[in-house]
């Protein structure tokens, strides 16, 4: 049996199936027990040895044997993670963190942006039975993250879904918080889950809270030990990693950082930029 501490320990797993997903953006595929019992919104810490440790929303889509980690292009651990091939090894840990919560909510609203997506996509298995509208963007066609298989499944489903690019090259030309505000106009939510840049985010909280709707949004920040050790992740009085990363309008609320600065590697206070 494995103590405590051993249970945080990163574990192999093989790679099985690498799938490019956007120009910039990867999916990996990989049989991991711990991961595929993971919660819509809960993470893994990815490490690479030699480089660092970050964490990743674990994609566990219902009734897929696989659990995948999504990955976009910039920091040194993606292009390490970027050169690797089927057969290579993750080493990883987790799940960790508090997921979203569906609640007592029927009509709900999912605002997704870039690798954000990702969770909300894993929350949708558990609400298949609630009345659901997804949106999500990018900045043009070729960058919309799982655009086939969310059309697919929305049909399968029944639930709807609009895309939002910024060059009109696919669904509505504008960006996705507008175009959550045209259907929150148009239809009354119960609820509002957000993933995704925290400048988008935080108009989506902003739209929902004058809605009297209750908002659930799942921050990011800089992680290190990813269980509560740390504090690298502090925001407000909670700490991402174990009180989050999925808040609820009433702990956002006691947050003056969301959307406006988050900390360093350092621990200072910075601004956000955009798209963070
Ligand atoms: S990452 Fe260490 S306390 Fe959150």
Same mark, same amino acid.
């Given at each position: 049996?494995?103590?405590?501490?051993?249970?945080?320990?990163?574990?192999?797993?093989?790679?099985?199936?690498?799938? *490019?997903?956007?120009?910039?953006?990867?999916?990996?595929?990989? =049989?991991?027990?711990?991961?595929?019992?993971?919660?819509? /919104? *809960?993470?893994?810490?990815?490490?690479?040895?030699?480089?660092? %440790?970050?964490?990743?929303?674990?994609?566990?889509?219902?009734?897929?044997?696989?659990?995948?980690?999504?990955?976009?292009?910039?920091?040194?651990?993606?292009?390490?993670?970027?050169?690797?091939?089927?057969?290579?090894?993750?080493?990883?840990?987790?799940?960790?963190?508090?997921?979203?919560?569906?609640?007592?909510?029927?009509?709900?609203?999912?605002?997704?942006?870039?690798? /954000?997506?990702?969770?909300?996509?894993?929350?949708?298995?558990?609400?298949?039975?609630?009345?659901?509208?997804?949106?999500?963007?990018?900045?043009?066609?070729?960058?919309?993250?799982?655009? %086939?298989?969310?059309?697919?499944?929305?049909?399968?489903?029944?639930?709807?879904?609009?895309?939002?690019?910024? #060059?009109?090259?696919?669904?509505?030309?504008?960006?996705?918080?507008?175009?959550?505000?045209?259907?929150?106009?148009?239809?009354?939510?119960?609820?509002?889950?957000?993933?995704?840049?925290?400048?988008?985010?935080? *108009?989506?909280? #902003?739209?929902?809270?004058?809605?009297?709707?209750?908002? *659930?949004?799942?921050?990011?920040?800089?992680?290190?030990?990813?269980?509560?050790?740390?504090?690298?992740?502090?925001? /407000?009085?909670?700490?991402?990693? =174990? #009180?989050?990363?999925?808040?609820? #309008?009433?702990?956002?609320?006691?947050?003056?950082?969301?959307?406006?600065?988050?900390?360093?590697?350092?621990?200072?206070?910075?601004?956000?930029?955009?798209?963070?």
């Amino acid at each position: 049996m494995e103590s405590p501490v051993q249970d945080h320990w990163p574990r192999t797993v093989r790679i099985e199936q690498i799938k *490019q997903e956007t120009p910039l953006i990867h999916s990996f595929w990989f =049989k991991d027990e711990k991961l595929q019992a993971a919660r819509p /919104g *809960q993470f893994s810490m990815v490490w690479v040895p030699g480089i660092d %440790e970050v964490p990743m929303s674990v994609l566990a889509i219902h009734g897929r044997a696989e659990t995948g980690v999504v990955i976009k292009k910039g920091g040194d651990v993606s292009l390490s993670l970027f050169e690797k091939k089927s057969g290579d090894k993750l080493w990883l840990r987790g799940p960790y963190g508090r997921p979203f919560d569906p609640g007592p909510y029927n009509k709900l609203l999912l605002v997704g942006g870039g690798t /954000g997506l990702v969770p909300l996509i894993s929350l949708l298995g558990h609400i298949s039975d609630r009345e659901v509208t997804l949106v999500t963007g990018a900045r043009t066609a070729a960058e919309l993250l799982f655009r %086939e298989w969310l059309v697919h499944e929305s049909e399968r489903h029944d639930f709807k879904l609009f895309f939002a690019t910024d #060059d009109g090259t696919f669904g509505i030309k504008n960006q996705v918080p507008k175009v959550a505000e045209e259907v929150m106009k148009k239809e009354k939510f119960e609820a509002v889950f957000t993933c995704g840049p925290e400048p988008m985010m935080k *108009q989506v909280y #902003d739209l929902a809270v004058s809605r009297k709707c209750h908002v *659930q949004a799942s921050l990011e920040r800089v992680f290190k030990c990813g269980v509560g050790i740390c504090a690298a992740c502090v925001i /407000g009085p909670y700490l991402v990693c =174990k #009180d989050g990363p999925v808040f609820t #309008d009433h702990e956002l609320a006691q947050m003056s950082e969301f959307g406006s600065t988050h900390r360093d590697l350092s621990g200072k206070k910075v601004p956000l930029m955009p798209g963070h």
